[in-house]
């Protein structure tokens, strides 16, 4: 049998040739037209701690900030680049929603579990409701005109379009990231001490199935493809996009992402997926067809800066970054694709 080690010349061809691919690759990568593209920087003068979910206002231009650690929402003037308000005095804030029809903001504050709803305009407090603990996300039904809010450890509590509380979907853990079908009738809801997915059927208010992430764990973030039938799934152990078939629940793909991801956003304009991560860093992947997902780019951010909101009206990425050291709280807009 002849020896078939390369010889010292055409290891160092080869390693060259590699090399250049790789190069050839990563030009590709930063050409590519789905990179994000930093348009500017909106600074949070005095904001401290995490930063956590965010909500638009598209009509007025404003974006709504739920400073966890500041005790605060932070609200951003988009037309003028800059903090135009802020409500002062809550207890760990978590999610946000601005309801348009209504003109009301509902806040949900994780220490004391309420949720506040205040006039969109003059930011005053309307109304308090008790969730007992630990109010997190907010979602808007657009089928039924409901509120749910995810709280405590088992439950999405459901509210009416006058802001009364209607009922509450048990669960068994404490929800994280939420998605709700606007066909469907399914609510998909990570729960990530069951280290799963459960699939809750709206209309009955109970859960029907549970999903499994393949040996993929602390699942926050989730974005839905309905279309496609593709839910994505961010995981941090390992850090994973984990993407299930929706009419089957069976995973169909995992692809490595940046490090504690707390947002994920699918673009269905321009079929894009946005993770945003903790660890400094935008991923972003491409979907070329339901079974097939490619990584894009990788885009920078800022240490810590894991949450964040995608408006497509606006076509802007929104990074919220918090204060560490020298960097000082703000939001980074990045423009997609056009």
Not at 198 to 206: C, F, I, P, S, T
Not at 207 to 231: H, Q, S
């Amino acid at each position: 049998m002849k020896n078939l080690s390369l010889s010292p010349f055409r290891t160092l061809v080869a390693a060259l040739c590699a090399g250049m691919l790789l190069a050839s690759c990563s030009r590709h990568a930063q050409a590519d037209p789905a990179l994000l593209t930093l348009e500017k920087e909106i600074v949070l003068p005095g904001v401290e701690g995490r930063i956590d979910h965010f909500s638009e206002d598209v009509r007025g231009k404003r974006l709504f900030a739920a400073a966890l650690g500041n005790g605060t929402v932070e609200v951003v003037d988009l037309k003028k680049g800059e903090r135009s308000a802020e409500i002062k005095g809550l207890k760990e804030p978590q999610g946000v929603y601005y309801n348009a029809k209504h003109g009301e903001l509902y806040v949900a504050s994780g220490g004391d579990g309420t949720l506040r709803i205040y006039d969109g305009t003059s930011l005053t407090l309307r109304q308090t409701l008790e969730f007992g603990n630990d109010a997190d996300n907010v979602r808007y039904d657009g089928r039924s005109g409901q509120i749910l809010v995810g709280f405590g450890s088992r439950g999405l509590g459901l509210l009416d379009a006058s802001a009364q509380k209607v009922g509450t979907t048990p669960l068994s853990s404490h929800p994280e990231s939420f998605q709700v079908e606007e066909e469907g009738s399914r609510i998909f809801v990570n729960v990530p001490k069951e280290f799963a997915v459960a699939v809750v059927d709206r209309l009955k208010h109970m859960v029907i199935a549970k999903w499994g992430l393949a040996w993929t764990f602390a699942n926050y973030p989730m974005a839905l493809d309905e279309e496609d039938k593709r839910l994505f799934v961010g995981c941090r152990l390992p850090a994973r996009l984990v993407v299930l078939n929706t009419d089957s629940g069976q995973v169909v793909g995992k692809l490595p992402i940046v490090g504690d991801a707390d947002e994920v956003f699918f673009d269905s304009a321009h079929r894009m997926i946005y993770v945003i991560g903790g660890e400094g860093f935008v991923d972003v992947f491409r979907l070329r067809d339901p079974d097939h997902l490619d990584k894009v780019a990788r885009v920078n951010s800022a240490p810590g800066a894991r949450t964040g909101l995608f408006v497509s009206v606006f076509n802007r990425l929104f990074v919220a970054v918090p204060h560490r050291g020298s960097q000082p709280a703000k939001v980074m807009v990045y423009e997609a694709p056009k």
